[in-house]
């Protein structure tokens, strides 16, 4: 290899090297003037957060939060980023379990229909009333786990509106199905996510939490 061509390969990882170093010199400026930590609990609308790689993603996603909402069934609330990624609309929710803190994610044009599911509302009349039962979708098979009345309150805000939930984990424990029943509305709302470890959750923003 020539003097030269190896000359041209140094700089041009040095160019690489000096880009990357900028990047994260940039980043650390904007993480401390938005004096935050790493906890998703403080972020709110105008926040910036990053979240590991999940379901068929395989890299890390950067994302935008557009506005944050609470849930309340009648326990401890929880909360509800709706982000944006690109085109796409991200939905990140967290919650508490004593100290723990747990932390759901999936993409809204991912989400599948209630037909999709292969299931009807008389079955899940039958979740609902035995309690238990479960179905297989996108190769997992998800169980029931909890069905009720749930309060939402749009923005975070104090006047909330009541819709019927039920909820199914997949057996290993990866994933979630959530469908909703609002009153008025003759379909149902089936949203998946998927389980994101919360300590590998970077925030760069809190935004107006």
Not at 145 to 156: A, L, R, V
């Amino acid at each position: 290899m020539s003097a030269v061509i190896i000359g041209k390969l140094l700089t041009r990882n040095a160019k690489i090297k000096q880009a990357e170093t900028k990047r994260v010199e940039e980043r650390k400026k904007v993480v401390t003037g938005a004096n935050v930590t790493d906890d998703i609990t403080g972020v709110g609308k105008g926040g910036v957060v990053k979240l590991p790689p999940f379901g068929s993603n395989v890299a890390p996603i950067e994302t935008y939060v557009v506005t944050r909402h609470r849930y309340s069934d009648g326990g401890d609330p929880w909360f509800e980023l709706v982000c944006q990624h690109g085109r796409r609309e991200l939905l990140v929710e967290w919650s508490r379990d004593g100290r723990k803190i747990e932390v759901l994610a999936g993409y809204e044009d991912e989400n599948p229909t209630l037909r999709d599911l292969g299931l009807s509302e008389s079955d899940l009349v039958d979740f609902d009333e035995e309690e238990e039962g479960e179905f297989e979708w996108d190769g997992a098979t998800f169980e029931y786990d909890d069905s009720g009345t749930i309060t939402y309150y749009e923005n975070d805000g104090r006047s909330g509106e009541s819709y019927y939930s039920w909820d199914f984990e997949s057996a290993d424990g990866t994933r979630m199905i959530s469908v909703e029943k609002w009153e008025g509305e003759r379909k149902f709302g089936v949203y998946h996510t998927w389980v994101v470890n919360p300590d590998r959750i970077e925030v760069f923003d809190g935004g107006d939490a």
